[in-house]
């Protein structure tokens, strides 16, 4: 697992850590989340949420990974939807 993580961060090091980034993102806000039930503070954790997507996007194409990219195009895609409908 070491060998790994030593391999990625020297072939791609700015891509390792947007991906560390978006991971913790990723973390904080599904924490927050759980914290805060039933009331979450949603007009916070939306965007946050979202760029961490956009950064993991970024990170997927940059990869090469069709799938993880659409996934995460999708989550921003349908987390926007649901900011737009709680901001209306």
Do not use: K, Q
């Not at 503070?41 to 069709?66: E, K, N, T, V």
Request: hydrophobic residues 55%; contains cysteine; proline residues 5%.
């Amino acid at each position: 697992m070491y060998d790994f993580f030593v391999t990625d961060y020297r072939s791609h090091r700015i891509r390792f850590v947007l991906e560390s980034i978006a991971w913790s993102i990723s973390i904080s806000c599904a924490i927050a989340m759980a914290v805060t039930v039933p009331n979450p503070p949603l007009l916070i954790l939306y965007p946050i949420w979202m760029i961490g997507c956009l950064i993991a996007a970024g990170c997927a194409y940059s990869r090469g990974s069709f799938w993880l990219f659409a996934n995460y195009l999708i989550l921003t895609l349908i987390d926007s939807i649901g900011l737009i409908r709680m901001l209306l």
